[in-house]
């Protein structure tokens, strides 16, 4: 279903949302940082999963020696995100590690032992953005592996080929950078604007839409000066626009509604409203792809909270080892209470200082315990501040009583499903009710329980095609059988009548 937009889209007026909390930014740890690039790490791991969608296939075994922008794991299927080699070296595992993430299972991971030169593979061929079509363009930016490098990490490609299903009239890149201490996106934009800038001017381009909007929160000042110097060329126009310091402002549908003024419906995409949303840094990374022919192989990262002896915006590579990235910071200050892939709002504890970066991380964070704000928790007062928060206009305290009594359907009843994993309501709330960990959770249960009952559905759905296969191949049979049994049976009937007409007596 596509909507009736009129003919302009992006107004010169903001829109508000609803909800929403202002938590202290923190930005000042690293927002003078200039973007430094760290030294190629003794080793580096690389995930086949990086990516929202089905995992890539490794194409490199144990002991290969792989070059810097290799391919190493392919794309399976359209929802896929090709993965490269971070740097040279030599692939010394291929096999299970822990994954980024707070369940810290195992994922299927390459692990590549660097050589420390760095050396570039063949890269792609370069393409002129103003001669490649949509479609090549599209094709380029899934080659290069490049995914939302916002957090989301949808492959970006498939959102490119948009296009086809929905008549799109803006493109926005989203450099809100909500997240209290995040300054990475505020550096790049500073920094490589115009690689940003080109990089939007050239998916604008592979979407057919006339008109990009650069969404930046208030709080970064440079960084909209930065951008309003850069023009694109293509036939494009590309407008700044200064969004109010409101978390959760880089929330996808959130920013669409304060730059348009339109409402994304629950489990609906923006673009169905003609708007396509990409963060910065991946715009860069399709600068790279397009024009120098380079996968997505390094972002930038900020590595920041009171814990941390030097807060920096570092490039790394992806597959860095965490423990890696705190030491080219200096270390740590001391043990700290909470130690993040993400912001404060959105991010996730990790099971170990072994994990890896990878292409959806935009912050590690090392908080102290004077930063955690933590208290005991108290029971619901029924204030109704998390729903006054909540920017999805949910009810959160309704949505954690049904979790706490077990009830998942009911939960899912008064929206869990549509939540955003924001995080507003547990930062609001009184009593300290860790409301949206409890959300993460009962999603995680809902997701199993839909996967086991698609299990069971397939399972039986074999074996009905067995029975079925058994059935025909049984009836077969028994026609078989039948035919022969009356061939024998005529057989029998003629020799029978031949043997009386042998002993019948001459005339
Ligand atoms: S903010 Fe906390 S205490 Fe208040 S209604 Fe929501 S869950 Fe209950
Ligand atoms: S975490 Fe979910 S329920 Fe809580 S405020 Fe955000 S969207 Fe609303």
Not at 280 to 305: C, D, I, W
Not at 452 to 479: G, S, V, W, Y
Request: aromatic letters at 2%; proline letters at 7%.
């Amino acid at each position: 279903m596509s909507l009736n937009l009129g003919s302009f889209l992006a107004p010169a007026t903001l829109f508000s949302i609803r909800g929403g909390v202002h938590p202290e930014t923190r930005k000042y740890l690293t927002a003078d940082c200039a973007i430094e690039t760290m030294p190629v790490p003794p080793l580096v791991r690389v995930p086949l999963q990086q990516h929202i969608g089905v995992q890539a296939e490794p194409v490199v075994v144990r002991d290969d020696f792989v070059l810097k922008g290799q391919l190493i794991g392919k794309a399976r299927g359209p929802v896929s995100a090709n993965v490269h080699a971070p740097t040279s070296g030599r692939v010394i595992a291929v096999g299970h590690f822990t994954a980024p993430h707070p369940s810290g299972l195992p994922v299927p991971t390459i692990t590549i032992r660097t050589d420390g030169q760095d050396t570039w593979g063949d890269r792609l061929p370069r393409l002129r953005p103003e001669d490649a079509t949509p479609e090549e363009i599209a094709a380029r930016v899934a080659e290069a592996g490049i995914v939302g490098m916002g957090g989301a990490t949808f492959p970006a490609a498939v959102k490119l080929n948009l296009r086809d299903r929905y008549p799109l009239r803006t493109l926005i890149i989203n450099a809100a950078e909500c997240e209290p201490y995040l300054t990475c996106d505020d550096r790049l934009l500073q920094e490589h604007g115009e690689e940003i800038a080109d990089g939007a001017g050239i998916m604008a381009r592979a979407l057919g839409v006339g008109e990009i909007v650069v969404a930046i929160e208030a709080n970064k000042p440079k960084a909209v000066a930065a951008m309003r110097r850069h023009n694109l060329g293509l036939g494009l126009k590309l407008r700044v626009k200064v969004v109010p310091t409101q978390y959760p402002m880089g929330s996808e549908k959130h920013l669409v509604k304060v730059v348009t003024g339109l409402e994304t419906p629950a489990r609906a995409l923006t673009a169905e409203l003609g708007v396509v949303v990409h963060n910065a840094a991946t715009a860069q990374a399709v600068h790279h792809a397009v024009r120098y022919g380079e996968p997505l192989v390094s972002r930038v990262v900020t590595v920041s909270g009171k814990g941390i002896r030097r807060p920096a915006n570092v490039r790394v590579l992806i597959g860095t080892p965490v423990a890696d990235l705190l030491e080219h910071c200096g270390g740590l200050v001391e043990e700290p209470d909470r130690l993040l892939l993400g912001g404060p709002m959105m991010g996730m504890p990790i099971a170990n200082r072994r994990v890896p970066l990878v292409k959806g991380t935009n912050g590690v964070l090392a908080l102290t315990r004077a930063e955690t704000r933590k208290a005991d928790v108290m029971p619901c007062i029924r204030c109704g501040t998390c729903v006054q928060a909540c920017p999805c206009g949910l009810t959160p305290f309704e949505m954690n009583a049904k979790i706490q009594a077990d009830d998942l359907d009911g939960a899912a009843g008064v929206g869990l499903l549509d939540c955003v994993s924001c995080g507003c309501c547990s930062y609001i709330c009184p009593s300290n009710i860790p409301l949206v960990q409890g959300f993460n959770f009962a999603k995680g249960r809902l997701a199993e329980r839909t996967a086991r009952k698609h299990q069971q559905e397939e399972t039986k759905r074999l074996a009905a095609a067995r029975t079925a296969r058994e059935d025909a191949i049984a009836e077969k049979k028994r026609q078989a059988m039948a035919k022969r049994k009356a061939e024998m049976a005529a057989k029998k009937a003629a020799e029978a009548v031949a043997t009386s007409s042998e002993g019948e007596p001459a005339k």
